[in-house]
Structure formats: C-alpha cells, structure tokens
C-alpha cells in the first residue's frame, strides 16, 4: 500500500474529530445499517447521517451495498486500518512537520534576545540558551586558535559577560580549551540540550 499523504492524514483528523461520526463509526464497525438506522440509533436527522457518511466515504472508510430500496453501509476495516498506522506510525508523524522547521523559532528567540546587535540577557531557558550559543559560537572559525583576551573580545561585541559565555560554550563542548587557548568544535560535536 502506497505511503498516506499529509492532505488524507489531515482530511483524516478533521473527519473524526466529530462525536456523531465516531459513534457511526463505532456502530458500523459491529455490523451494517441503513441512513434509517443510523439515524434511530444516533437521535439525528437522515440528511445529516447522509452529510456524515459522505464525510467518511470522501476517505473510503464506508462502504455502501444496495438492497433492494435502500443502501446498506459498513466500515471499510481496511481502510480504517490503513489510516490508523499511517498516522501511528514514526514516518508520518515526522512527514506531517513538513514545511516546518527549527529555523522560524530560533530565528524568533533571536529576535527576542538580541536588540541591536546586542544580546540582551542570557537566557533561562536551556533551548533558548541553546540557540543563542549556537548563534554565538558561529562567530568563530573552525580551526582558529584564539586567545582567552580574543575570545572575550569578540564576545563583548554580543553581550558584557563573556566569562558566562566562555563556560557555556565548553560546557556545551562547542569550544575547547587549553593553557589559556580556544578553538571552536564542528557542529557534530557539540553537545545537544
């Protein structure tokens, strides 16, 4: 079966977020019912058990068999199970973040921590922490040696507390040092909050 799209998981979501639905669901699931029955059963009107399985047949979870004057409808298990495990399952989960990413957001806490090019405060926040530091750390080169005096240079462009900063950076091993000398990590590296 072929990988269900965002658009079905969707369509999916908002056909059973309603109570009417997912008891019709419930009943067709135990056996097969007219419009007629369904709508005795539920208390509701017949135009709106219609309105309810063309909901569920958009999504082919109902199937309708004719019988004589009137249709007979049951639940397509398959196609429930189908829809079920695409939206349990890790892949799905992951393809329905599409379109969204980490960039907004830290391009947001950016914005919230830095005011004219300077960083306002430290973060409480470890992620918020996380992506200021990492901004912060970017500011180096890789394979550059920098003296303690140059690193707090370049820190006190950003913000007045460069000993915090410094710690932060190592404690999060996106810089190491040694006799007084840092030198920025690769990314892969450093440790993840």
């Known amino acids: 079966m072929e990988p269900i799209?965002?658009?079905?998981?969707l369509e999916f979501f908002k056909v059973m977020a309603n109570e009417s639905r997912l008891k019709m669901v419930g009943i067709l699931a135990q056996r097969q019912c007219s419009v007629e029955e369904l709508a005795a059963l539920l208390s509701l009107k017949e135009p709106t058990i219609s309105h309810h399985l063309a909901k569920l047949k958009e999504l082919?979870?109902?199937?309708?068999?004719?019988?004589?004057?009137?249709?007979?409808?049951?639940?397509d298990s398959e196609a429930l199970q189908a829809?079920?495990?695409?939206?349990?399952?890790a892949n799905p989960a992951a393809s329905m973040a599409q379109g969204v990413t980490d960039?907004?957001?830290?391009t947001k806490v950016l914005?919230?921590?830095?005011?004219?090019?300077?960083?306002?405060?430290?973060?409480a926040s470890h992620?918020?922490?996380?992506?200021?530091?990492?901004?912060?750390?970017?500011?180096?080169?890789i394979g550059t040696l920098y003296p303690e005096k140059q690193v707090n240079e370049i820190l006190q462009r950003y913000h007045?507390?460069?000993a915090t900063l410094r710690r932060e950076f190592i404690s999060y091993q996106m810089m190491q040092r040694e006799n007084g000398v840092y030198?920025?990590?690769?990314?892969?590296?450093?440790k993840a909050v």
């Open 5 to 9: 799209d965002f658009q079905t998981l």
């Open 60 to 75: 082919n979870l109902v199937q309708m068999q004719p019988e004589g004057n009137q249709h007979l409808y049951r639940l």
């Open 83 to 89: 829809l079920n495990k695409a939206v349990l399952t």
């Open 103 to 106: 960039d907004a957001w830290e």
């Open 111 to 123: 914005k919230s921590y830095f005011e004219e090019g300077r960083l306002t405060q430290i973060p």
């Open 127 to 141: 992620r918020k922490r996380w992506v200021i530091l990492k901004w912060l750390a970017r500011q180096f080169e």
């Open 160 to 162: 007045f507390d460069s």
């Open 183 to 190: 030198w920025r990590e690769p990314e892969e590296r450093w």
